[in-house]
């Protein structure tokens, strides 16, 4: 199915290998060239036909990251904030770890407040890109799916009351988690406001 409307979309990919993961929020499927990851605790619980607008939804947000680059881009903006702060809790632990693990240890204690901090702004910096792009991503699946397909499907597993679908609509899910993902409420919300409302009767 992943690799029809791959196809049917125009995308250049060859999916070789769908796997279920539980990494994977229990409203998406996520894509690259040769995988399809889709949600562990979702297996068996959606019908094929409840499965394809999650899948189309997936292929639009693939092919828009790639048509922008993005994924790229986050790498040139987290260097700064998240690998190249890596270096001080290298520093301590080569020199130090062997002459005085103690020393060693309080300074890696020491910076990782510092670096929480830098890691945060660099992800509050890339990650509402990447929520804009799910949102239009979503929107031009819905279009393309027709008949609100997507909006529904995303409603009925919003029904289930999932817990980490719960989450993300709280305080409860992690920080670094809420930056990069979209509650499914979001999603719905998105999809409700491009939808024109039905004539009564």
């Not at 279920?20 to 979702?42: F, H, N, R, Y």
């Not at 690998?83 to 301590?92: D, E, N, Q, S, V």
């Not at 999809?191 to 009564?200: D, F």
Request: proline share 7%.
């Amino acid at each position: 199915m992943a690799n029809e409307q791959a196809r049917e979309l125009g995308l250049d990919a060859q999916i070789k290998r769908g796997l279920w993961a539980w990494t994977v929020p229990s409203d998406q499927c996520l894509l690259s060239k040769e995988s399809l990851i889709c949600p562990l605790g979702m297996r068996e619980v959606l019908t094929p036909e409840e499965w394809r607008p999650i899948i189309v939804a997936g292929i639009f947000y693939f092919r828009k990251i790639n048509e922008r680059g993005l994924m790229g881009a986050r790498f040139r903006t987290l260097i700064p904030y998240v690998f190249l702060p890596m270096i001080p809790f290298a520093i301590p632990i080569i020199f130090l770890v062997n002459t005085n693990p103690l020393l060693a240890l309080a300074l890696v204690i020491a910076y990782t407040p510092v670096y929480v901090v830098m890691a945060k702004h660099g992800f509050d910096l890339f990650s509402p890109m990447l929520r804009f792009t799910m949102l239009a991503a979503d929107k031009e699946a819905n279009t393309f799916l027709g008949n609100d397909i997507l909006l529904e499907v995303l409603k009925r597993i919003d029904r289930f009351g999932l817990e980490d679908v719960e989450d993300l609509k709280t305080v409860r899910a992690r920080t670094s988690i809420k930056l990069q993902r979209l509650s499914i409420a979001q999603r719905i919300e998105n999809l409700s406001a491009s939808t024109p409302p039905q004539p009564n009767g």
